[in-house]
Structure formats: structure tokens, C-alpha cells
């Protein structure tokens, strides 16, 4: 297998659209009534459209998948995203063996990472 992507299924494609293009910075490569391609860095995202918000969980203690975002600097881009109103899921970083991290949810409600992996 090669060149793994991401699937999301989100609940507004519009506003999903809206959300990952101009507020993350991912490009839109296709557009289509019930789906959406994305490019970020070597990564491919295709979004489709459900009728629900995601499932309620606790991030980092259930299943689930997680974009992870690599940033150089972590403080400034929860800066950066906070004044576009995305809305963090810790009130500070955490830490992991590899870096840090701070998590956030989607306008359906999927929770991504951005990272600043240790030097």
C-alpha cells in the first residue's frame, strides 16, 4: 500500500469548505455537489456530506482518527487559529514524547492536532 489519505465525512460541506480551506490552509483541488478533494503538504483529504455531527468522545482516551498538523510554532498557531474562532479542546498544550500538541474540533464537531515535535 502507498500513499495513505484521509476521509471525513463532515455534516455541511459548505461550512466544512469554508473551515479546512480558509481557516487551516488546506487546498481545494476538486469540487463537486457531494464531495470536496483537498491537498495539504502530500496529503490528500476527500470530504464528503452526512446528515449527523460526529459522535461525541474523549479525545485521546477513544478510538478514533486525527489530523496532526505540523506547525514550527505551536503557541502561535493556536494564537492564529483562535482568532479565527476554532475552538480548542485543552485550555493549554499537552506534551507527548514527540512534541507538542493542542486539539481542536471541526465546525461537525471532528477533532485535529496541531504539533510542534521536539528538536
Known sequence: MENPSTLLVVHNLNISKEFYVNVLGLE???EHDDCLKLNIGHHLVFMFQSGMESIE??????????LVFTVQNLDEKIRDLKSKGVV??????NQNRWGRYSAFKDPSGIVHEVMEFCT
Open 57 to 66: 468522545y474523549k479525545h485521546g482516551y477513544n478510538a478514533n482518527s486525527t
Open 28 to 30: 481545494l483541488m476538486e
Open 88 to 93: 480548542f479542546v485543552h485550555e493549554s498544550p
